[in-house]
């Protein structure tokens, strides 16, 4: 491990299920792609590698963000909250962040005259993932 992996490491505090809220936001627009989570080994990754890596809770292993769809997410900066218990991740995003096929993940806007959808599908989810 990294010095600096060590160092950011030192930072973050893991709830009880080992993990932590990683926020992926533009860096040069400051547009909020996506929320997930980052287990330690994800956090190691990602800073190590330069390309973020998630912890998937439903496949229950490390996630390197694009490397099935294509959609790669190459860190610029890597943030701890004043807590330690959220983590900010300017990234560059290539392509969409969202499973759905949209740039963004938060993508329904509930206003007082009902919930509008913000974004439109920019590539298919199938030919993302191949389902």
């Given at each position: 491990?990294?010095?600096?992996?060590?160092?950011?490491?030192?930072?973050?505090k893991?709830?009880?299920?080992?993990?932590?809220?990683?926020?992926?936001?533009?860096?040069?627009?400051?547009?909020?792609?996506?929320?997930?989570?980052?287990?330690?080994?994800?956090?190691?990754?990602?800073?190590?590698?330069?390309?973020?890596?998630?912890?998937?809770?439903?496949?229950?292993?490390?996630?390197?963000?694009?490397?099935?769809?294509?959609?790669i997410?190459?860190?610029?900066?890597?943030?701890?909250?004043?807590?330690?218990?959220?983590?900010?991740?300017?990234?560059?995003?290539?392509?969409?962040?969202?499973?759905?096929?949209?740039?963004s993940?938060?993508?329904?806007?509930?206003?007082?005259?009902?919930?509008?959808?913000?974004?439109?599908?920019?590539?298919?989810?199938?030919?993302?993932?191949?389902?």
């Amino acid at each position: 491990m990294t010095a600096l992996a060590a160092d950011a490491l030192a930072l973050v505090k893991f709830d009880d299920n080992g993990l932590v809220p990683a926020i992926a936001q533009q860096h040069d627009t400051g547009e909020v792609l996506m929320m997930a989570w980052m287990n330690a080994d994800a956090v190691r990754a990602t800073l190590e590698r330069g390309e973020v890596h998630y912890w998937s809770r439903s496949r229950r292993s490390l996630w390197h963000k694009g490397g099935t769809s294509g959609q790669i997410q190459r860190l610029i900066d890597f943030r701890v909250d004043c807590d330690g218990d959220t983590v900010l991740v300017l990234v560059e995003q290539t392509g969409v962040a969202c499973h759905t096929g949209r740039r963004s993940c938060f993508y329904r806007a509930v206003r007082p005259d009902g919930i509008t959808v913000t974004e439109p599908v920019l590539v298919s989810p199938e030919s993302l993932y191949g389902g």
